[in-house]
């Protein structure tokens, strides 16, 4: 994240965050849904799913003026630094961090990186599959960026936040969001259980994010959400049962 040190660049961060905020209630109607936490002046680390640039300017949207002016999504460099309109966009209007993926040397670590951030105070938005989910999977494996940062700031709140639709506002290649409605449901916050090793936190914190998804696919509404579960076994009971009548009707008429 660049230093700014003058009254025209933190202007310019401001007009760009009310600017992009309203915008995306225009477009999308974003209403955050908080369950299981709730706005908070707390220092966090929002972690979300990711399939569109948009994520984080709607995921920002949903905060407080004081909270989004304070908190920065982490960015790839690799994209976002290729040019230096692309590196203007994302550090001087959108106050971004960026990060190096593939990195050799230390002054260009991702972890030290975000913690220099953390430790001035900010909030981090975060998406922990490392990049765009192009796939049908609902969400992608989680990096280790995650469970390092936690552990190095165990006193920062882990949110996760769970961005409904983006990735039909605004496709990958699309520069024009297409109206649509949508959700942001922030859950509530985990930590690192004492002694949990980091793929099983990973892997925790990944389930905890899927569970907040409104829509999921039928096999994740079964395996997450218990009254889907019952009813899925009770239809399935219905089914066997049913099954068997036809196939005892069958043998009585031989």
């Given at each position: 994240?660049s230093?700014?040190?003058?009254?025209?660049?933190?202007?310019l961060?401001?007009?760009?965050?009310?600017?992009?905020?309203?915008l995306?209630?225009?477009?999308?109607?974003?209403?955050?849904i908080?369950?299981?936490?709730?706005?908070?002046d707390?220092?966090?680390?929002?972690?979300?799913?990711h399939?569109?640039?948009?994520?984080?300017?709607?995921?920002?949207?949903?905060?407080?003026?004081?909270?989004?002016?304070?908190?920065?999504?982490v960015?790839?460099?690799?994209?976002?630094?290729?040019?230096?309109?692309?590196?203007?966009?994302?550090?001087?209007?959108l106050?971004s961090?960026?990060?190096?993926?593939?990195?050799?040397?230390?002054a260009?670590?991702p972890?030290?990186?975000?913690?220099?951030?953390?430790?001035?105070?900010?909030?981090?938005?975060?998406?922990?599959?490392?990049?765009?989910?192009?796939?049908d999977?609902?969400?992608?494996?989680?990096?280790?960026?995650?469970?390092?940062?936690?552990?190095?700031?165990?006193?920062?709140?882990?949110?996760?936040?769970?961005?409904?639709?983006?990735s039909r506002?605004?496709?990958?290649?699309?520069?024009v969001?297409?109206p649509?409605?949508?959700?942001?449901?922030?859950?509530?916050?985990i930590?690192?259980?004492?002694?949990?090793e980091?793929?099983?936190?990973?892997?925790?914190?990944?389930q905890?994010?899927?569970?907040l998804?409104?829509?999921?696919?039928?096999?994740?509404?079964?395996k997450?959400?218990?009254?889907?579960r019952?009813?899925s076994?009770?239809?399935?009971?219905?089914e066997?049962r049913?099954?068997?009548?036809i196939?005892?009707?069958?043998?009585?008429?031989?």
């Open positions: 994240m230093k700014l040190g003058t009254k025209t660049f933190t202007l961060q401001t007009v760009t965050s009310v600017g992009l905020s309203a995306a209630w225009a477009v999308t109607g974003v209403r955050p908080w369950n299981g936490s709730q706005p908070s707390r220092q966090r680390i929002y972690f979300a799913n399939a569109s640039h948009g994520d984080f300017i709607l995921l920002s949207a949903c905060l407080s003026e004081k909270e989004r002016a304070r908190t920065h999504a960015a790839a460099a690799d994209y976002w630094g290729k040019s230096r309109l692309r590196r203007f966009i994302a550090q001087d209007m106050s961090v960026l990060i190096h993926r593939q990195w050799t040397d230390e260009e670590n972890i030290s990186i975000m913690l220099s951030v953390l430790d001035e105070g900010h909030s981090l938005i975060i998406f922990p599959e490392g990049t765009r989910n192009m796939t999977e609902p969400l992608l494996p989680f990096r280790s960026g995650l469970y390092n940062l936690s552990m190095a700031r165990p006193d920062v709140e882990l949110i996760p936040c769970w961005i409904e639709n983006m506002v605004l496709p990958k290649g699309q520069f969001p297409v649509l409605l949508c959700r942001v449901v922030f859950g509530a916050p930590a690192i259980a004492p002694d949990e980091r793929r099983a936190f990973l892997d925790r914190a990944r905890t994010l899927l569970a998804n409104p829509r999921p696919p039928t096999h994740d509404a079964e997450w959400n218990p009254v889907f019952k009813t076994c009770d239809q399935k009971g219905l066997h049913a099954g068997s009548d196939r005892h009707d069958a043998r009585g008429d031989d």
